[in-house]
């Protein structure tokens, strides 16, 4: 089955700051979503990339899908306490399910 | 235009219970998918429901069974609690089974 490892873990950064989360997969990436959830409520839909070597911008936030497709990665640009929660990686599987990673928690200072 | 909902927020039942979520698809959603999140973990997949059917079932026991009405709102039921279902449920819907989900606020399950 397919695993989806995220790193950071947790992360704290300065307002201001510019920071990057990584969602690395065991397989091949077919479709991968990004959700951010605040802290015990639902997941908000960032975005979502399909193609190898795709990117896509909102806002501050930036994705990019490497070529190879086994890897996501997530930037912040002059991150804001508003930006603070949780981001989890998502991927798609033959079939239905979203399979998810364990989330990286972050946190930004004053 | 109203997202996905979830009804109730919070939930406590004791081990051994049986257990109703509910769940409201965003308007033009026809598919209804449910997660379940336990405390530092991603969501691990339930099941989907498409066309009032089953369409795929991830790694649950019975205990766990689902409907969706014609009107696409759907239902997870929860028999013979486990201390270990305390979870927060989430409800993601889409256009199709294969598009995007949006997901609800989630029910916080607490099993005492």
């Known amino acids: 089955s397919q695993e989806l490892e995220q790193s950071p873990q947790s992360l704290i950064v300065q307002e201001g700051k510019n920071l990057t989360i990584n969602c690395t997969s065991s397989?091949?990436?077919?479709?991968l979503y990004w959700y951010k959830q605040k802290y015990g409520e639902g997941l908000i839909f960032l975005m979502m990339?399909?193609?190898?070597?795709e990117e896509k911008s909102h806002e501050k936030i930036t994705a990019k899908l490497d070529e190879k497709k086994q890897q996501s990665s997530l930037h912040i640009t002059a991150s804001q306490p508003s930006h603070a929660g949780i981001y989890l990686c998502?991927?798609?599987?033959?079939?239905?399910?979203?399979?998810f990673g364990k989330g990286t928690s972050l946190l930004v200072t004053p | 235009d109203a997202g996905v909902t979830q009804s109730p927020t919070h939930l406590i039942k004791t081990r051994g219970q049986q257990v109703t979520l509910r769940c409201s698809p965003k308007?033009?959603?026809?598919?209804v998918s449910w997660y379940q999140q336990a405390l530092g973990q991603g969501p691990q997949f339930i099941f989907q429901?498409?066309?009032?059917?089953?369409?795929q079932r991830g790694n649950f026991p019975d205990r766990f069974s689902g409907h969706q009405f014609p009107n696409y709102s759907s239902e997870l039921n929860v028999n013979a609690l486990l201390l270990g279902d305390s979870a927060l449920y989430l409800c993601?819907?889409?256009?199709?089974?294969?598009?995007?989900?949006?997901f609800g606020p989630g029910t916080r399950l607490t099993v005492t």
């Open positions: 397989k091949t990436l077919y479709g």
């Open positions: 998502g991927a798609t599987t033959p079939g239905y399910a979203l399979n």
């Open positions: 308007s033009g959603h026809d598919t």
């Open positions: 990339l399909q193609k190898g070597g």
């Open positions: 429901y498409y066309e009032e059917e089953e369409r």
């Open positions: 993601a819907s889409s256009s199709t089974p294969l598009y995007e989900q949006y």
